[in-house]
């Protein structure tokens, strides 16, 4: 690995309002479960993750998102979920979040045609709140919807600590 490289992903970040109701609605159900909790300022929506990218690409790459013409919008998270073989307990959109499938769908094929080799899998709007999580307890609900203003998209570097990861947002575009 190039010793400038970096790990980065795109996301969509929780304006700090929306943060403060994410923490919240975390800790009303984590003294329930037990898992690995996401820290509060780790909250986010990856839209597409690269993994390692060289620094003499960055320039290329925000010149990709820059292209993007993905508009500005409103969802709701409002639903709870285990999955189960990635032992993950994520929010997610109960109704389709076109905006949302939209700018992942656009980012992901700029990204492909570029040559960047993301997950195969198909995008699935979703915000981890938990890792190494067995199950979700009966009964366990949101006490209400997290309503996401979305209007912009970044850029975030990912670095390891001890303990985990810390994200440095790199860079934003508005929708
Ligand atoms: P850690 O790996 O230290 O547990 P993390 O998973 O939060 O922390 P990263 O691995 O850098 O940190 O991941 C950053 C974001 O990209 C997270 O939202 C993660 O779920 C997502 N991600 C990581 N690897 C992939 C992958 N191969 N495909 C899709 N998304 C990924
Ligand atoms: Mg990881």
Redesign the pocket.
């Known amino acids: 690995m190039d010793k400038a490289a970096q790990?980065l992903?795109f996301a969509l970040w929780p304006e700090d309002s929306c943060r403060t109701a994410l923490a919240a609605a975390m800790r009303h159900v984590q003294e329930k479960i037990p898992a690995r909790w996401i820290k509060p300022e780790?909250l986010?929506i990856?839209l597409a993750?690269l993994?390692n990218v060289d620094a003499g690409q960055r320039g290329r790459l925000a010149s990709l998102a820059g292209d993007i013409q993905a508009q500005a919008g409103e969802f709701l998270l409002d639903r709870i979920e285990h999955w189960r073989k990635p032992q993950v307990l994520c929010l997610t959109p109960s109704t389709a979040a076109p905006m949302l499938d939209q700018l992942a769908a656009d980012l992901t094929i700029r990204l492909k045609d570029a040559g960047y080799q993301l997950?195969q899998r198909p995008f699935r709007a979703h915000l981890?709140l938990a890792?190494k999580a067995t199950s979700l307890p009966e009964g366990i609900r949101l006490e209400r919807p997290i309503v996401w203003q979305s209007t912009a998209f970044v850029l975030v570097e990912?670095t390891?600590n001890g303990q985990?990861?810390d994200y440095t947002v790199l860079e934003s575009w508005p929708l």
Request: aromatic share 14%; net charge positive; glycine share 14%.
């Open positions: 790990r992903f780790n986010h990856t993750f993994g997950d981890t890792r990912s390891r985990g990861s």
